[in-house]
C-alpha cells in the first residue's frame, strides 16, 4: 500500500496549496526549543538501524506501544532493536487519526524516500531499505540537521553544564547556529530524587537562599557568554501567590536536609526563585518560557523502573489566572518582566492565557507575551488550528514566532512541515472563505514571518 503522503497532504484548496508550494516549503527552520542531544551533534552520529533513530528516546511512541498491548521488555527494555520496530509497525498501523501516524509516514518518505505505508505487512521490507539508508553519509545528524533547512537550534542544558559541547560546535559545525537554553527544572523540583545532592553539586559551599541564587546568577551569566538566548522551566500548577521568602528560606533548609515540605512551603521555594529568575532572565535577556499545566510521573511503578520522561505523564490542572498575574505583574511593577512564551498543557487555558499575555504586552516588541506552539498532546492538526485561531482571535497572528519540534528526535523536522501545512490549510480557508484578502503576497508574507522570520526578531538571531 502506497502512503497516502502526496505533495498536497493536509493542503485542501488552491490558496492553501500556493501559500504552502510558494511561501512556506522552503522556509528555513529555526528550532527553537528542543532536546536534541548536543553531544550527538558534535560526534556526527550514524544511528545503527531506524529503531535507533525512532523508538531510542520518544516517549510519544512508548505510550502508544503500550497502549496497544506492547510488553515494556519491547519498549523501552533490552529487546532486539528488529522486534522493536516490528512491534512499532503494528502499533502505528492501529493509530489512525494520532499525529504520529501522520508524522511517521512523512519522516519515512521525506528522510529515507519510503512511499509505503508502515505495516507489520511492509515492515520487512522497510526494516531492510531503511537501514542500509542510514548507511549512507548523508543519514549522519548533520546531514539530516542540514537536509531539514535548520538554520538556528537551541537545545536544553542544565545550568551546571560545562557547554564545551557548544563550544566545540561553533567551529566544527559551523552551517548551523546551536545555543544553549538555561533550564533549570532540577533546581525548582525539589520533589524530583537527588534534589540536595544536585543542587549541593551545582555549589558545593550552599547553605541558604541567597547562596542559590549567587550560583544562579554566575551560571546564566557564563550561559549568556555562550550566546544563550533562552531560559525554560516545567510545572504543573504552581501558585505564585505564595510569596514569603522567609518560608523558602526554610523549604531550601529542608530540601538540604533531605526532609518533606508542605504545599506552602513547596509553593513559596518555587515562587522565590521563580521571581528571582523572571529578574535574571530579564537582565541577561533571555526569553522565560514557562512549560505549564503537566503532571508528571504518574506511574508509581515505571518511575521507580524507569525513571523520568519514560511516557508517564499527562494534562494537569489549569493554572489559575490569579498565580500568573501575581508572576507578571510582580515582574511587571519592578520593570524585570522578561519576554515570555507561556506553554500551556490544559487545552482550556489557551483562550484564557492569550488574554493574559495581551495584559501585559509593551512598546518596542512586538507580542512580548505570548502562548507558544501547541504542545505536546496538542500538537495534532485540531490543537494546532484551535491555536492559531484563539492566536488570532486576541492577538496579532502574524507575529506569532512559529513552530518547533520540543524533540530528542533528529527525524523530528517533520513536525515543522506538518504545522506549515496546517497553516497554510488554515488560512488558506479563511481566504478561500472571504475572511481574508485572497492576495497570496500579502499572505505569503505573513507565512513566512511565522515560519522562521518571526523567531529570528524576537531572540535577536
Sequence with gaps: MKTFITDDFLLQNKTARALYHDYAESAPIFDYHCHLDP??????TRFPTITHAWLMDDHYKWRLMRANG????????????????????DTISRAIGNP????????????????????????QEIWETANARLLREEMRVRSLIVKSNVKKICTTDDPIDSLEVHRKLKTEFPEV?????????RVLHPELPGCAEY???????LSCMEDLKATLSSRAAYFAEHGCVLADQSMDAPDFTCRDAIIAETALQKILKGEPLSDYEYNCYQTELTFFLGELYCRHGFTMQLHLCVTRNLNT??????????GGDAIGASISSKSLVALLDGLAKKG???KTILYPLNPADTTRLMTLCGSFQEGNIRSKLQVGSAWWFNDHKEGIEAHLTAFANTGILSSFIGMLTDSRSFLSYARHEYFRRVLCNLLGTWAEDGLLPNHLPYLGKIVNDICYNNACSYFGQ
Design 39 to 44: 553531544q550527538q551533534i558534535l560526534e556526527n
Design 70 to 89: 506492547v510488553p515494556e521488555q519491547f519498549v523501552t527494555g533490552n529487546a532486539d532493536p528488529k522486534e522493536k520496530f516490528f512491534h512499532w509497525a
Design 100 to 123: 504520529l501516524y501522520h508524522w511517521s509516514n512523512l519522516e519515512l518518505l521525506r528522510y529515507f524516500g519510503i512511499d509505503t505505508l508502515l505495516t507489520p505487512d511492509t515492515a
Design 177 to 185: 547556529q546551536i545555543l544553549p537554553t538555561f533550564r533549570t527544572d
Design 199 to 205: 543542587l549541593r553539586k551545582l555549589n558545593p559551599d
Design 301 to 310: 511503578a515505571l518511575f521507580e523502573r524507569r525513571g523520568v520522561d519514560m
Design 336 to 338: 524585570t518582566l522578561p
